[in-house]
């Protein structure tokens, strides 16, 4: 499982970088302000969940069996694909109504990130 969480990580990180490169130069001058914000949002999530995901890789390396880190990891991928991906589509689509999605995102990230310290607690 690690190796999947470290391929999502690098395939995520990519896609990052492009999509923050393209609100900067491709949507700057087409959004308004509070889409483009938006979409900026998603972008910083992405990168922040990005680098967590890795982390949770790279300690499944050590612990391969842990239940808990997998958990955490699954749950850190939905998080980013259901907030970030929900801003990004809700920016370029200008369908506000989108955004209803986007705070079961930040709950995925809320448990993700306590299915982490759940598992470093029983596991270190």
Do not use: C
């Not at 970088?17 to 938006?38: C, Q, S």
């Not at 200008?94 to 955004?99: A, D, H, P, Q």
Request: hydrophobic share 60%; charged share 5%; no cysteine.
């Amino acid at each position: 499982m690690a190796k999947w969480f470290l391929l999502l990580s690098a395939l995520s990180g990519f896609s990052a970088v492009a999509l923050g490169a393209f609100a900067a130069h491709g949507l700057r001058d087409r959004l308004p302000a509070n889409l483009l914000a938006a979409f900026q949002t998603g972008v910083q999530y992405q990168f922040w969940h990005t680098a967590a995901l890795i982390g949770v890789a790279l300690l499944l390396l050590r612990w391969p069996e842990s239940a808990l880190f997998k958990a955490s990891g699954i749950t850190f991928a939905l998080g980013i694909l259901l907030f970030s991906g929900s801003l990004y589509v809700m920016a370029l689509s200008g369908i506000t109504r989108l955004g209803i999605i986007t705070p079961i995102g930040g709950v995925a990230f809320l448990v993700a990130w306590a299915l982490f310290g759940l598992a470093v607690w029983k596991t270190l």
